[in-house]
Nanobody, 123 residues
Framework: QVQLVESGGGLVQAGGSLRLSCAASGRTSSSYDAMGWFRQAPGKGREFVAS????????YYTDSVKGRFTTYVDNAKNTVYLQMNSLKPEDTAVYYC???????????????WGPGTQVTVSS
């Protein structure tokens, strides 16, 4: 049974950086090769941010974060990271990581979710 826990959220000024971590316990090399990052701002739906494959490192990003956010994996630690640079107030949201079998951009495509971590960017 895979369990996900995010960490690294917090309050940062616009232009600053944060690195989110998603620890995946119980994961094996044959299960849930795809990891997604999503975010949800107050009053809005859950939005795709980025995704990555454990096995190949293949990544996808939504247009609004390209060039600012980078996701990568540490297979030895079973941890996925989201490095967020040049943060903007509109990046403020609860950030979630999710595990699935395909690199998809919609929440229903992922089976396991973490509880989320709050990111707040002040102007």
């Amino acid at each position: 049974q895979v369990q996900l826990v995010e960490s690294g959220g917090g309050l940062v000024q616009a232009g600053g950086s944060l690195r989110l971590s998603c620890a995946a316990s119980g994961r094996t090399s044959s299960s849930y090769d795809a990891m997604g990052w999503f975010r949800q701002a107050p009053g809005k739906g859950r939005e795709f941010v980025a995704s990555i494959r454990w096995s190949t490192g293949l990544t996808y990003y939504t247009d609004s974060v390209k060039g600012r956010f980078t996701t990568y994996v540490d297979n030895a630690k079973n941890t996925v990271y989201l490095q967020m640079n040049s943060l903007k107030p509109e990046d403020t949201a609860v950030y979630y990581c999710a595990a699935g079998n395909r690199l998809l951009t919609y929440p229903n495509g992922y089976d396991v979710w973490g509880p989320g971590t709050q990111v707040t960017v002040s102007s």
